[in-house]
């Protein structure tokens, strides 16, 4: 079983920065690719950024592009979000998701295991 568990959310102004971390259970990365998702209310939960298996390669929405850097910590079993230059439209709740290697990358539903969420909320 995966166990995934969010925090680093929090209130920021416009412009500044959060890092969100997902600590995982165990040999996660041996069987799973991490990804990040998140939902802001009255929409669907969207792809923000993922990793390969092997985490050599990354992938981002083009809303955060150039702005967020996902990455992991194989010796803390622990995955990264570092969120930069954030603005208002980047509030919503912050998923960690864990799907089989080989799935895809920005398919919500792809993701077998998701976290409980932290919540970003940015002010303008």
């Known amino acids: 079983q995966v166990q995934l568990v969010e925090s680093g959310g929090g209130l920021v102004q416009a412009g500044g920065s959060l890092r969100l971390s997902c600590a995982t259970s165990?040999?996660?990365?041996?069987?799973?690719?991490m990804g990040w998702f998140r939902q802001a209310p009255g929409k669907e939960r969207e792809f923000v950024a993922a990793?390969?298996?092997?985490?050599?390669?990354?992938y981002y929405a083009d809303s955060v592009k150039g702005r967020f850097t996902i990455s992991r910590d194989n010796a803390k079993n622990t995955v990264y979000l570092q969120m930069n230059s954030l603005k208002p439209e980047d509030t919503a709740i912050y998923y960690c998701?864990?799907?089989?290697?080989?799935?895809?990358?920005?398919?919500?539903?792809?993701?077998?295991?998701w976290g409980q969420g932290t919540q970003v909320t940015v002010s303008s």
């Open positions: 165990g040999r996660t990365f041996s069987s799973y690719a």
């Open positions: 998701g864990a799907r089989p290697r080989g799935s895809s990358v920005y398919a919500r539903y792809e993701y077998a295991y």
């Open positions: 990793l390969s298996w092997s985490g050599s390669s990354t």
